[in-house]
């Protein structure tokens, strides 16, 4: 069965760090790219970012190159989406989400982690 | 880069039919047979229901069906039913002159009244 277990919520004031993440199993870890998604409160989705974890190809949506880092452990199957100086408007729902290699769609989704940045 | 544009709602009646527009441009839903469709009951992940404009994951019901015509995208929900309700989402592959990446519409919030 496909996993994708993301990690906890998270409650952060601005400025700070964070690094969250989505652990797969279940398939192949290095065939499929995962991508992240964010949702804000009451809004739709936004797609984020893509990383392929058998070469760390990475691309961006330019609305957030430079705003956030995407990275992935292939060893642990584990993929990251990390922010440097978190803002108020950084909250939202994060969700990863898998795309098999040459598809153009996400099949499985993981649950979802809640960051709330707040002073 | 926009998003793809739907109906802010749709309703229907148990039983009927009802159908979501997705409307992008020439660099998405025109050019690309890659438009998904995406379903969210509130508190809940996503879950593919279309892909490839028209095709179905294993254990989707065969009264979600999806179409294209030129730029514009559509899902039909035949037979509908109150578990129906939710809301859906349209996404395309697209493509600029910087780099490729996807596109989400809007969001449709599905009701069965």
């Known amino acids: 069965e496909v996993q994708l277990v993301q990690s906890g919520a998270e409650v952060k004031k601005p400025g700070e760090s964070l690094k969250i993440s989505c652990k797969g199993s279940g398939y192949s870890f290095i065939i499929y790219w995962i991508g992240w998604v964010r949702q804000m409160p009451g809004k739709g989705l936004e797609w984020m970012g893509i990383i392929y974890p058998g070469d760390s190809d990475t691309r961006y949506s330019p609305s957030f190159q430079g705003q956030v880092t995407i990275s992935a452990d292939k060893s642990i199957r584990t993929a990251y989406l990390q922010w440097s100086s978190l803002k108020a408007s950084d909250t939202a729902m994060y969700y990863c989400?898998?795309?098999?290699?040459?598809?153009?769609?996400?099949?499985?989704w993981g649950q979802g982690t809640l960051v709330t940045v707040s002073s | 880069q926009s998003a793809l544009t739907q109906p802010a709602s749709v309703s229907g009646s148990p039983g009927q039919s009802i159908t979501i527009s997705c409307t992008g441009t020439?660099?998405?839903?025109?050019?690309?047979?890659?438009v998904s469709w995406y379903q969210q009951h509130p508190g809940k992940a996503p879950k593919l229901m279309i892909f490839d404009v028209s095709n179905r994951p294993s254990g989707v019901s065969s009264r979600f069906s999806g179409s294209k015509s030129g730029n514009t995208a559509s899902l039909t929900i035949s037979g509908l039913q109150a578990e129906d309700e939710a809301d859906y989402y349209c996404s395309s592959y697209t493509s600029t002159s910087t780099s490729p990446f996807y596109v989400f519409g809007t969001g449709t919030k599905v009701t069965v009244l």
């Open positions: 020439s660099s998405d839903v025109g050019r690309y047979n890659y």
């Open positions: 989400a898998i795309a098999r290699a040459g598809s153009y769609n996400f099949d499985y």
